[in-house]
């Protein structure tokens, strides 16, 4: 009685020990991609690293420098001084050498600078206060263009996982037709050409399953490689709950977001300009300093008497103009430039985009009910084909070929459905980021 249940309770370990993961509706995959797609992850750091960045810029306004230089000097020979040798009763003319100062010499300075009038620091904060916000339009824009991305793999999941119900289904009907077809060949009612033909279809029936399933597991890598899933692990995506779809379009906004974005980056082309004028606007500074300084004739470094020399003032700088500065001055004009003309296209392609996807959703809607009106006809001309097919009244080609138009009816309903789905979602996913 022992090794069933060690059994059974190594099963059950094998069992919690795979992972796997569910989503049941698209919400539940946007929420996973949060926190698990690279490409967010890697936008949120941009985004802390730009804070941070406009953080320390404001620092850069009063640029406070702070220097502690500190020297021990030996002199293992000191200078020599020419003096007159006529002072010392020497000849005219004539010069004598003196060995002046001392050998030992410590000095300890402390200095501080700070900006007062630093055109350039404001203007660098304030271009990084830009680029923060430019960093964070960004993140926003991957998130939107991820969950379109993820819409569109979910929705091919859900649809290969349709098709791979409707395929099983059909194989079973093929599997029907042959069998009644097998009948009728042993009792000499139809010839091998038309049971061949059956065996045929059964064939691309089983064929057809095998080719979804393949495309299934493809969609399957997708999503994972969206979601940074790693690839042994198990996936399962489950049909999509039926959502509401309606005959009018909902309304479309305009991507705002967009041209938010583009906004900014004129902002930022602006500040960018007057960055590089800056450059050559007057500064004005304050700095002070505080030096103590040791000579010894022995080796002190540290001990004796230290003189202390105290001083301030402030600093004009003005910048000349150099071929550089004027070179980043043009390229700032330019960019500019660039900047409002982008700035324009970005409208234009705004109002564009929102009705795009009103027209995607129309057309959705309408090849929705006409697939559903086509497949409806083709099932009831199989079904009353395939009652006088029994009854000997048609041929086999005739049955097969209503078949296979009923096959391609119900892959066009369920490729309608998702794909209205798909562009309602599209239209969803646009307004929420706008």
């Known amino acids: 009685m022992k090794k069933p249940?060690?059994?059974?309770?190594?099963?059950?370990?094998?069992?919690?020990?795979?992972?796997?993961?569910?989503?049941?509706?698209?919400?539940?995959?946007?929420?996973?991609?949060?926190?698990?797609?690279?490409?967010?992850?890697?936008?949120?750091?941009?985004?802390?690293?730009?804070?941070?960045?406009?953080?320390?810029?404001?620092?850069?306004i009063v640029n406070p420098t702070i220097s502690l230089p500190t020297t021990f000097t030996h002199y293992t020979n000191l200078p020599v001084t020419l003096l007159p040798a006529e002072i010392f009763g020497g000849e005219p003319g004539s010069n004598v050498e003196l060995r002046t100062g001392v050998p030992y010499t410590t000095n300890l300075s402390q200095t501080l600078d700070l900006q007062l009038v630093n055109p350039?620091?404001?203007?660098?904060?304030?271009?990084?206060?830009?680029?923060?916000?430019?960093?964070?339009?960004?993140?926003?824009?991957?998130?939107?263009?991820?969950?379109?991305?993820?819409?569109?793999?979910?929705?091919?999941?859900?649809?290969?996982?349709?098709?791979?119900?409707?395929?099983?289904?059909?194989?079973?009907i093929?599997?029907?037709?042959?069998?009644?077809?097998?009948?009728?060949?042993?009792?000499?009612?139809?010839?091998?050409?038309?049971l061949?033909?059956?065996?045929?279809?059964?064939?691309?029936?089983?064929?057809?399953?095998?080719?979804?399933?393949?495309?299934?597991?493809?969609?399957?890598?997708?999503?994972?490689?969206?979601?940074?899933?790693?690839?042994?692990?198990?996936l399962e995506v489950y049909d999509a709950a039926s959502m509401s779809v309606m005959a009018e379009a909902p309304e479309a906004r305009m991507n705002q977001l967009t041209l938010k974005t583009e906004m900014l980056n004129q902002a930022y082309s602006i500040q960018s300009l007057k960055q590089s004028r800056s450059v050559m606007y007057p500064s004005l500074s304050f700095f002070a300093g505080n030096t103590f300084q040791l000579n010894n004739q022995e080796f002190q470094p540290v001990t004796g008497d230290w003189i202390n020399?105290?001083?301030?003032?402030?600093?004009?700088?003005i910048t000349l103009p150099t071929s550089n500065s004027i070179s980043q001055l043009q390229r700032a004009k330019f960019d500019l430039e660039i900047a409002n003309q982008e700035?324009?296209?970005?409208?234009?392609?705004?109002?564009?985009?929102?009705?795009?996807?009103?027209?995607?959703?129309?057309?959705?809607?309408?090849?929705?009910?006409?697939?559903?009106?086509?497949?409806?006809?083709?099932?009831?001309?199989?079904?009353?084909?395939?009652?006088?097919?029994?009854?000997?009244?048609?041929?086999v080609d005739d049955l097969l070929n209503s078949y296979e138009a009923m096959v391609n009816a119900t892959y066009s309903v369920n490729s309608a459905r998702i794909s209205t789905q798909l562009a309602l979602s599209k239209i969803i996913i646009n307004n929420k980021f706008n």
């Open 5 to 60: 249940l060690l059994y059974l309770l190594f099963l059950l370990t094998a069992q919690v020990g795979l992972a796997q993961q569910s989503f049941r509706s698209l919400e539940e995959v946007f929420v996973f991609a949060d926190s698990a797609n690279i490409d967010l992850v890697i936008s949120n750091l941009r985004s802390q690293q730009a804070r941070q960045n406009e953080s320390t810029s404001r620092l850069g």
């Open 120 to 172: 350039g620091g404001w203007s660098a904060y304030r271009l990084a206060q830009i680029n923060s916000d430019i960093a964070a339009a960004n993140g926003e824009l991957s998130r939107q263009k991820l969950q379109e991305n993820l819409a569109d793999v979910y929705y091919n999941i859900v649809n290969l996982n349709q098709q791979q119900a409707s395929a099983e289904e059909n194989l079973v």
């Open 174 to 194: 093929a599997d029907s037709v042959l069998q009644i077809t097998q009948n009728k060949f042993d009792a000499g009612l139809v010839g091998a050409q038309a």
């Open 196 to 234: 061949n033909n059956t065996k045929v279809n059964q064939l691309n029936s089983a064929k057809s399953l095998k080719q979804i399933g393949y495309l299934l597991k493809d969609a399957h890598l997708t999503l994972k490689l969206l979601l940074n899933i790693p690839e042994d692990e198990e």
């Open 309 to 317: 020399s105290n001083y301030v003032g402030l600093r004009l700088n």
């Open 343 to 395: 700035l324009e296209q970005a409208r234009t392609t705004a109002r564009v985009e929102a009705k795009r996807l009103e027209n995607t959703y129309a057309e959705a809607w309408e090849n929705l009910n006409l697939a559903e009106s086509i497949q409806q006809l083709n099932i009831d001309t199989y079904e009353k084909n395939l009652n006088l097919y029994k009854e000997g009244l048609i041929s």
